[in-house]
């Protein structure tokens, strides 16, 4: 180790929980699985994190659910609960923890979501933030008055227009535009609000903000996407991103890129933070939480649920497919409307033939080739060695933390918090108590 090593002061690790809702991380068939749509399954989870000392908390968002083959998806049969709502709701019961919601920019406007975070701030005193999402699947458009009406080429194009007019709601007052009056406390003075008006394809609009400037003057922005579209979309507008590069050397090189391309924009690379997302199995010894991994794999994906999952890709039916059996020889079809709400990540054809080359390179069942594809990061040890292997990603530049999911609801992320945490602030790689004043502040932008 050089001496330019040994000074290098200690990057600080960031931490997120997300709430283990509807996704293939969740295990229902666990004892201790509890509901995803009860408050106080929100409020655990939230506590844990503020008691662990979390940067954040993060909600996803479903606005349509999902079906596979004409039937509604299993998880998603417990509902999806409106992001806002939980939200303000938890705002009252933390008191540091930032609270990040995913909202479309798709189906929304821009006025809305703008008011929406403006008073989510102000309920949390700086602590909102906001996962920018697009679509342009008309399977959920269909929810919506406007439907699938938009190209999935324009989503970008509608997300930047939608993210500028919003900032144009947040700046519209002036930061003195409230005004305190000896007589009659504090009052609004109108020559301090600007109108907002913008003429453009997506929107035009010509009104007038609701509220003063939040504490944050505009919410911590996530994004998440990992086209060259949606990198350069986030290392131009995002605070953070949320990513799903979390091995040590891949993530390296999507921090690298991106963090090149927020300086291209002027940016400060520090102000951009990368976020994988990553899951972790905690055992007394290393040999039983590997056994506690590979259980819990076991109860994520099923026999059918596998079959589901090849279904996706394969587009069609394979119901007569043994699980437990080889891919099946039949190429895929080409009928998107066999999973309805799903995002594709590419051609099934590609995705199919580099499945079929994993499988017969490790000579593969189709359940243990969809457990090996969908595995996201995992931490998988000792609460010491988990803490070592989250500690080298941070202090090697792959992140600057990680959005933890964990496999049961609510209770998934207490002994992470009780085992890992203080191992990290042993390390002085981790808080021991919030400093600042908003989300932004502690997450040093």
């Known amino acids: 180790m050089g001496a330019d090593d040994v000074t290098k002061p200690r990057k600080?690790?960031?931490?997120?929980?997300?709430?283990?809702?509807?996704?293939?991380?969740t295990v229902w068939s666990d004892p201790d699985s509890g509901s995803q749509i009860e408050f106080e399954s929100f409020v655990h989870l939230a506590r844990t994190a503020e008691r662990g000392m979390f940067d954040f908390f993060f909600l996803a968002e479903g606005l349509r659910l999902r079906e596979?083959?004409?039937?509604?998806?299993?998880?998603?049969?417990?509902?999806?609960?409106?992001?806002?709502?939980?939200?303000?709701?938890?705002?009252?019961?933390?008191?540091?923890?930032?609270?990040?919601?995913?909202?479309?920019?798709?189906f929304n406007e821009p006025f809305e979501v703008a008011r929406q975070f403006a008073t989510l701030d102000h309920l949390s005193d700086g602590r909102a933030a906001w996962n920018m999402v697009t679509s342009s699947d008309a399977f959920t458009g269909a929810n919506f008055r406007r439907g699938g009406y938009l190209d999935?080429?324009?989503?970008?194009?509608?997300?930047e227009e939608f993210l500028t007019v919003a900032r144009l709601f947040w700046d519209s007052w002036s930061a003195d535009a409230v005004l305190a009056d000896r007589g009659t406390g504090r009052y609004v003075e109108p020559d301090r609000i600007r109108v907002v008006e913008h003429h453009g394809p997506q929107f035009d609009v010509r009104g007038v903000a609701t509220l003063p400037p939040m504490p944050q003057?505009?919410?911590?922005?996530?994004?998440?996407?990992?086209?060259?579209?949606?990198?350069?979309?986030?290392?131009?507008?995002?605070d953070a991103l949320f990513t799903l590069h979390s091995e040590l050397q891949a993530g390296r090189a999507y921090y690298a890129d991106v963090k090149a391309?927020?300086?291209?924009?002027?940016?400060?690379?520090?102000?951009?933070k990368v976020f994988p997302a990553a899951s972790f199995v905690l055992g007394d010894t290393a040999a039983e939480a590997a056994d506690k991994a590979r259980h819990v794999r076991l109860q994520q994906v099923s026999g059918p649920t596998a079959i589901a999952m090849l279904e996706q890709v394969?587009?069609?039916?394979?119901?007569?497919?043994?699980?437990?059996?080889?891919?099946?020889?039949?190429?895929?079809?080409?009928?998107?409307?066999?999973?309805?709400?799903?995002?594709?990540?590419?051609d099934p054809r590609a995705i199919a033939a580099a499945w079929r080359e994993r499988a017969e390179a490790g000579n593969l069942s189709i359940r243990e080739l969809v457990i090996a594809v969908t595995s996201r990061?995992?931490?998988?040890?000792?609460?010491?060695?988990?803490?070592?292997?989250?500690?080298?990603?941070?202090?090697?530049?792959?992140?600057d933390g990680f959005i933890l999911v964990p496999h049961l609801t609510p209770r998934g992320l207490d002994e992470f918090v009780d085992q890992v945490v203080p191992l990290l602030q042993e390390r002085g790689s981790f808080r021991t108590g919030y400093?600042?004043?908003?989300?932004?502040?502690?997450?040093?932008?």
């Open 217 to 238: 003057r505009e919410p911590v922005l996530f994004q998440a996407g990992d086209s060259d579209e949606g990198r350069t979309f986030g290392a131009r507008h995002a």
């Open 377 to 399: 990061q995992q931490f998988v040890g000792t609460a010491a060695q988990v803490a070592d292997e989250i500690d080298l990603h941070v202090q090697s530049d792959a992140c």
């Open 261 to 272: 391309r927020a300086a291209g924009f002027g940016r400060n690379p520090d102000h951009l």
């Open 314 to 346: 394969w587009q069609r039916d394979l119901s007569d497919v043994d699980p437990d059996g080889p891919l099946p020889e039949v190429e895929p079809a080409d009928d998107p409307t066999v999973t309805q709400g799903r995002v594709r990540h590419g």
């Open 152 to 159: 999935h080429a324009d989503r970008y194009r509608r997300a």
């Open 68 to 106: 596979h083959r004409g039937r509604i998806h299993d998880l998603d049969v417990v509902g999806r609960p409106d992001t806002f709502t939980v939200l303000a709701a938890l705002a009252a019961v933390t008191e540091h923890l930032g609270l990040a919601g995913t909202v479309n920019t798709t």
């Open 12 to 25: 600080q690790i960031h931490l997120g929980a997300h709430f283990p809702g509807v996704n293939n991380t």
């Open 435 to 445: 400093s600042g004043a908003t989300l932004r502040d502690r997450l040093g932008l």
